[in-house]
């Protein structure tokens, strides 16, 4: 399978603990996005990446939220003391261009506790 | 005001039917535009990209209106696998709007 992948893809924690979340793109994608999307909305915009640089950051990205992508190949996101508020789906994306179609992991559903 | 607005819907329309809906973005320098669907507890998949002359796949028309800042999608023939929720996305702004629901009915 040669599409966005993303890991885990459930993930329960308690309020208060950290978690990591995983998006590997397609191979030949320069581009990578994170989206947070809760039920009933469209995916709202945190961050994204051109190969290894981060060049936008969403202003719902707090300071418990960082992201990297130190090879310009996979990214991880992680959120730093867990809210019950962070509780959502958490969708990587990635594009060859910044004007080009984006294609979907299956996302990583939190559930913070 | 929201940088992308869709009527929610639901539109609940019988097999067959057409059924059109639109999208409303407010950055008139907007240039790059897509509607996505996205069926219950999925991730978004792409359908089609908007041109400004507005494009056909199939059964599904998407037209952008640059005027008044809109674009649309029109399905026509609507089958049952139709039902999902369309999102349209404001692509050079990283926006997608809330979608709007469809139900095609037997």
């Known amino acids: 399978d040669t599409g966005v992948s993303q890991n885990p893809r459930h993930k329960i924690t308690k309020r208060g603990q950290n978690v990591t979340f995983r998006c590997d793109p397609i191979s030949e994608h320069n581009r990578l996005y994170w989206y947070r999307q809760t039920l009933g909305q469209g995916p709202e915009f945190l961050t994204y990446?051109?190969?290894?640089?981060?060049?936008?950051k969403s202003r719902l990205l707090s300071d418990r939220f960082s992201a990297e992508r130190p090879k310009g190949s996979f990214s991880t996101l992680e959120i730093q003391r867990t809210e019950q508020g962070d509780s959502a789906m958490y969708l990587c994306?990635?594009?060859?261009?910044?004007?080009?179609?984006?294609?979907f992991g299956p996302g990583t559903r939190l559930t913070v506790t | 005001r929201k940088e992308v607005e869709q009527d929610p819907g639901p539109f609940n329309v019988p097999e067959g039917a057409t059924v059109a809906f639109n999208c409303t973005y407010s950055n008139s320098a907007s240039q790059s535009f897509f509607w996505y669907r996205q069926d219950c507890r999925k991730e978004p998949k792409l359908l089609m990209s908007?041109?400004?002359s507005g494009n056909e796949d199939g059964r599904f028309t998407a037209q952008l209106n640059r005027a008044s800042q809109y674009i649309s999608l029109l399905i026509r023939d609507s089958k049952l696998s139709d039902s999902a929720t369309y999102l349209c996305v404001v692509r050079d702004k990283l926006s997608f709007g809330a979608g709007t629901t469809v139900t095609v009915r037997a």
């Open positions: 994306a990635s594009s060859p261009g910044l004007a080009d179609e984006q294609y």
């Open positions: 908007v041109y400004s």
């Open positions: 990446f051109q190969n290894e640089a981060q060049l936008e």
